[in-house]
């Protein structure tokens, strides 16, 4: 059962990542991607990053491909996990279950890396929801942002105004009296329904450095991560968007 206090919540994607100082090597990932497996069934997606070196001559380019790990999925595409050299994570798809069960996904995914590479220095932890509100628009009339949004663009006013097309504004800042930082971003985005506008609100919230060494305060931590995105997000919406979860 959702632990979420909307009947619809607005989640398209949880994540939770941690990553590490150091990389380990391809085959102790591979044990770890293999360990997965009752998890995550589906045959794993292999991951690389390329780059690529500019010659003095067309010939001379040189695309270099590197390592990046796995992706991996559950049977039904909705549980996600990335494992690479450097980073694990978890990943929920709408229909979003609640915290307590993908917690759970991402705790048993880090008990894995842990049983194979062994103590680690964790370099950075984070935890980012994307969110999609959907508006019904039947008579596709513009809809006002600050209907459903407290965190948006303030335009001028000028002759021949209209109505806003399209949006993407973005912030980067500390979070009070926390070790955490705070990206938020909220814009326009395609809707996947008709007659609908939808609006995104991604909220990434993360600690670098100065990291615990248990796995217990870390969770805690993590934990603590989420209350300030719970209170983050409903300091960036209005009734009329509650409303629309609540239905």
Known sequence: MSSSPYRRPPITEAVVELRLADPIGIDEVEKIRDRLTGDYPVPP???QNISFTAGPGDQNNRAQVEFAGYRLSSADAINVAIIGPQNVSASRLAPYSGWEEFIAYARRNWAVWR????????????????????????????????????????????????????????GAMDIANSPFKLI????STPSPLIRTVSFLLDIDISQQGNLPRSDDDLWALIDQIRLHKNRIFEASITDLSRELFSS
Do not use: T
Request: hydrophobic fraction near 40%; avoid cysteine.
């Open 184 to 187: 938020l971003n909220a814009g």
């Open 45 to 47: 997606q292999l991951l």
């Open 115 to 170: 049983k194979v590479a062994g103590w680690r220095e964790v370099s950075r932890i984070g935890v980012r929801y994307i969110n999609r509100i959907d508006v019904p628009n039947p008579d596709e009339r513009p809809v006002p942002i600050d209907d459903y949004l407290v965190f948006r663009p303030v335009f001028p006013e000028f002759e021949g105004w209209q109505s806003v097309e399209s949006f993407a504004i973005n």
